[in-house]
DNA sequence: CTTGCCCTTGACGTCAATGTGAGGTTTTAG
DNA sequence: CTAAAACCTCACATTGACGTCAAGGGCAAG
């Protein structure tokens, strides 16, 4: 398959495949006249490299783990990478996990109608976030209702609140 | 305070908060001599403009939330935002966890030292994800275990596997 | 043969949140 | 009073994963 097939398939812009291989993350055989050539699993490489890329991996890491991806082992360095980043994810998923219940708050307090009953109001909406304010005492559409409303279906374990490593 | 105080008990730079200023995200009184002063709350205002950039919100969608923040009203406009905004990030979340179960399966299979018994060897590893696959089976450490060895808490419940709406 | 689409390399542009340094003023500590 | 530390503005540099434009070659259909 030529470059467009791939991109196209996997979703992706040709400069993008052109600049994976410029960084080493993906390999294609020419033809006589110089043009690109990828087998058929170049799809999914390109899918996974995405994901990847997406989880906010630099090419320089995803260079290093793809070896072990290929080989099914890891070297000592490949497994501490990997370790740490998952870490990394881990934790940008806690981040993630707070700035979404600061933007649950604002949609409560936003959503209260009588701001004279609303002890939130009284504190400033971007006070530290204390779990007992959040109990149901909204009249109106609660953060999770509305998340319901947009097609949100996730939901985090308290557990994910807590910040890990760090690096 | 003045700036450098401001900065110290945020864990931001200087630099980054004439930046937020800039931005229209912050504002500060100013002495004779112009110098910045800042009252106590910025600190904590500065905290959430920074969970906010920690999650990948642009200070243009900042500066558009920061007054529903302020004033504990949103306007239809700013609740769409909210909203969308709220869906970004779980959308995040969710590519999170499929980058960080790849690098799980990886850590699986990178721990079994049989790969003649190893299933997951036979189809490539970063075949699509068969849960399934991942009932425990391996001999050595699995990468809960690993997880567990470094200090990861995480843990998200299957719902966050879905991909919401992107856009 | 030509139209049109896909491919090539190369190189500069983008975007966003800072880092960094210059060159100068203000505040603070001794 | 003086030196250090902190502050000011301006403005260019950085980083990374691409976008985009330029100038050209390859290849099937009509």
Redesign the pocket.
């Known amino acids: 398959m ?6 196209h398939q996997a979703g ?9 291989e410029e ?1 080493g993350l993906l390999t ?1 055989e ?7 050539t990828y087998p058929e699993s170049a799809v999914e490489r390109v899918r996974l ?2 994901q990847f ?1 997406t989880a906010g ?6 260079l290093q783990l793809l070896p072990c991806v290929d080989t099914g082992h890891a070297s000592p360095k490949a497994f501490e990478l990997l370790a740490s980043e998952r870490n990394r994810i881990t934790a940008a998923m806690a981040d993630l996990a707070a700035a979404r219940d600061a933007l649950d708050r604002m949609i409560d307090i936003a959503n209260h109608p009588t701001p004279e009953h609303c002890p939130a109001l009284r504190e400033p909406a971007w006070a530290p976030y204390n779990p007992a304010d959040a109990t149901q005492t909204a009249p109106h559409p609660t953060a999770a209702q509305v998340a319901s409303v947009t097609n949100d279906q996730t939901k985090v374990s308290p557990a994910d609140h807590q910040l890990i490593v760090g690096r």
Not at 2 to 7: D, H, K, L, T, V
Not at 30 to 35: D, L
Not at 57 to 62: K, V, Y
């Open positions: 030529r470059i467009g097939e791939i991109a992706v812009s040709t400069r993008a495949l052109r600049y994976y960084q294609s020419r033809t006589p006249s110089g043009q690109r490299i995405q890329f991996l630099p090419s320089r890491t995803i």
